[in-house]
C-alpha cells in the first residue's frame, strides 16, 4: 500500500491518497483532480505536471 497526497503529487492540498501501486495513487489523484474541478474548485483545475 502506498500514500502520497495530492501535495506531493503537485496538487494544491494535503489529501492524502493511498493506492497498492504507484499506478493506483495516480489514479487516485486523477479521480480527485476531476471531482475537485467539477465541484469548483479551481486550483485544482489543471492537473500539475511538474
Ligand atoms: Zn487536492
Redesign the pocket.
Known amino acids: 500500500m502506498k500514500t502520497m497526497t495530492?501535495s506531493d503529487l503537485g496538487?494544491?492540498?494535503e489529501?492524502a491518497h493511498h493506492g497498492e501501486s504507484a499506478d493506483d495513487v495516480i489514479n487516485a489523484r486523477d479521480r480527485?483532480?476531476k471531482e475537485?474541478e467539477k465541484a469548483g474548485d479551481a486550483t485544482?483545475g489543471r492537473p500539475a505536471t511538474r
Do not use: D, I, Q, R
Open positions: 495530492c496538487g494544491p492540498c489529501l480527485h483532480l475537485a485544482h
